[in-house]
């Protein structure tokens, strides 16, 4: 079992920036890929970006793409998003989550899951 906790969540001004941080822990703790989505209310999870752990190769949504980026930090077992040029349609609970099987863009391939942290951007 893989144990996430994500930080660096808050209120932020539009055309700001926050970086969020997932750390991983857990036995063995060994995913090809990690994976952040965000879910604003009344709307479903969707998927914000993912990456391989091992050559650290990145996919991004297009709503997010050039302004986000993911990373990782493979001796601390970390994970990062550096979200910048924040808009309020951003405001979300992002979440971090390890991949078990299947395509990196759907929620039904991640096994384990952060608390989520919330991210708030004001016009």
């Known amino acids: 079992q893989v144990q996430l906790v994500e930080s660096g969540g808050g209120l932020v001004q539009a055309r700001g920036s926050l970086r969020l941080s997932c750390a991983a822990s857990g036995r063995a703790f060994s995913r090809a890929f990690m994976g952040w989505f965000r879910q604003a209310p009344g709307k479903e999870r969707e998927f914000v970006a993912a990456i391989s752990w091992s050559v650290g190769s990145t996919s991004y949504a297009d709503s997010v793409k050039g302004r986000f980026t993911v990373s990782r930090d493979k001796a601390k077992n970390t994970m990062y998003l550096q979200m910048n040029s924040l808009k309020p349609e951003d405001t979300a609970v992002y979440y971090c989550?390890?991949?078990?099987?299947?395509?990196?863009?759907?929620?039904?391939?991640?096994?384990?899951w952060g608390q989520g942290t919330q991210v708030t951007v004001s016009s």
């Open positions: 989550a390890a991949l078990n099987s299947g395509s990196v863009y759907y929620t039904g391939s991640y096994d384990s």
